[in-house]
């Protein structure tokens, strides 16, 4: 529910990213002003923890002037929710889906509709009556309709695109978030700039009608013999762990 991930999408907020990955980076060291830094020989890989608590691991590969990148935030499966399993999956999607400016045509016409839709979600969340429930998620639906008048879709995809990005994507799992890209050695500032954009003003659009791509994800998996068998691995070797009660998807 929408209203169940804006508060976990705060609680998120508060924990910071732990892994800012960068390698292939043709660089000066001067772009960090390090709290400290260590090195690993044997991989050529460099360590730097920053001011603002991100942890960058480095390491050259001038193989092709391309940098591979990974942004891996603690936020996974595990922190999700009991009543709301699958949220740190989701949130994932979410992250795909802009900011005020990005992606959004109207941001002023679009604004009003999102911040009716959540509340819409916390009154149906809220409600017991089973035909007030179902007029509030018409209302949902209604609502969900006239704001995606406004979004862009795939804003963010066309725009790491014209980077020469490739292999764009994003994974969940029980103790972490991901986000990859492989982009052009010179495109690193206006990575950076993207992905900070995303990051820190993230906006829940398209919200309702992303359901569908992750249903079908997770009607996928079902047919998939290994996510049964780990399901059940899982369960019965963590519970009441959320390893065990927490499936990802």
Do not use: C
């Not at 950076?192 to 992303?210: A, D, G, I, K, N």
């Not at 998939?224 to 691995?233: E, G, N, T, Y």
């Amino acid at each position: 529910r929408r209203s169940e991930a804006s508060s976990t999408i705060q609680n998120y907020n508060r924990v910071k990213p732990y892994l800012f990955p960068v390698r292939s980076l043709p660089m000066s060291s001067t772009l960090f002003t390090d709290q400290n830094t260590a090195a690993s020989p044997a991989f050529a890989a460099e360590q730097h923890v920053l001011p603002n608590g991100f942890t960058v691991y480095l390491s050259p590969n001038p193989a092709e002037p391309r940098i591979y990148t990974e942004i891996a935030v603690r936020a996974g499966s595990k922190h999700d929710p009991d009543q709301s399993t699958g949220l740190a999956h989701y949130l994932e999607h979410m992250l795909f889906k802009g900011t005020d400016q990005i992606g959004s045509s109207n941001w002023e016409a679009e604004e009003p509709l999102l911040q009716a839709i959540a509340q819409t979600y916390e009154d149906h969340r809220n409600t017991l009556d089973p035909q007030q429930r179902k007029r509030l998620y018409a209302e949902i639906d209604r609502l969900s309709q006239e704001a995606a008048k406004y979004a862009l879709p795939g804003e963010y995809d066309r725009l790491i695109a014209q980077m020469g990005a490739r292999h764009t994507n994003a994974y969940t799992w029980v103790d972490q978030t991901v986000f990859l890209n492989d982009i052009p050695s010179g495109e690193l500032g206006r990575w950076m700039t993207l992905e900070s954009e995303r990051f820190s003003r993230l906006v829940l659009r398209l919200f309702h009608t992303e359901l569908e791509t992750v249903f079908e994800e997770f009607n996928i998996s079902q047919d998939k013999d290994i996510r049964k068998v780990m399901r059940a691995a899982n369960e019965a070797l963590y519970s009441p762990h959320p390893y065990g009660t927490h499936t990802t998807i």
